[in-house]
């Protein structure tokens, strides 16, 4: 009858994307991990980030006891980064300091870059973003730097939390076809 509720459509369970990716979902990325096995992981956290009027999120969960991360914009094309190898690195690390950073983030200059690993890195931004963990009304502030690898996948993430020490990763690009997501229950 015209008077009854239609069902609202319910998701393609054979063909969800990364972006439909949920806390309970279990995700595998093709050839991801050290030995190029695929890496599985049941997502426990998804936290929502914005700088200015770009949103993105980032989903993570545990992987041989260590916690992986994928970082997902959607848009006309989805981009997918993955921190898998667990590393956490300093500024030190780089041979860098806060004045340095400092720097970084007043010239805005693509043409600065770091070298560490016998790679260039280049720089590509920095900027304020805002992280806001699923289940909390409130986000938290944080600065952002980020730096792609000369002819490669990889970036590394620099973050500044408000107090604490700043933080770094390096993310490799991921195909979104090398990543199967499995809906929990």
Known sequence: ???????APQPDLAHLTVADAKVGDTLSVLGAADDLS???FTVD???????????????????????VFLEVHTGDNTEVLGNFDG???TLDDFGLSEDNMG????????????????KFWLY????????????????????AWQFEEQGGKRV???RKFEGEPFQAAIWV???TSDITVFRGA
């Open 156 to 158: 590394i993430n620099v």
């Open 45 to 67: 956290r998804r936290d929502a980030y914005e700088a200015g009027s770009k949103q993105w999120f980032e989903v993570s969960g545990t992987w041989r006891d260590r916690r």
């Open 1 to 7: 009858m015209f008077w009854e509720k239609k069902a």
């Open 38 to 40: 695929d890496l599985d």
């Open 173 to 175: 690009r991921v195909e």
């Open 103 to 118: 720097e970084l983030d007043q010239r805005q200059n693509q043409s600065d870059f770091i070298d560490f690993e016998g």
């Open 124 to 143: 590509r931004f920095s900027r304020e973003m805002g992280l806001f963990t699923e289940g909390h009304s409130t986000g938290n502030g944080l600065y």
């Open 87 to 89: 590393r956490r690195l």
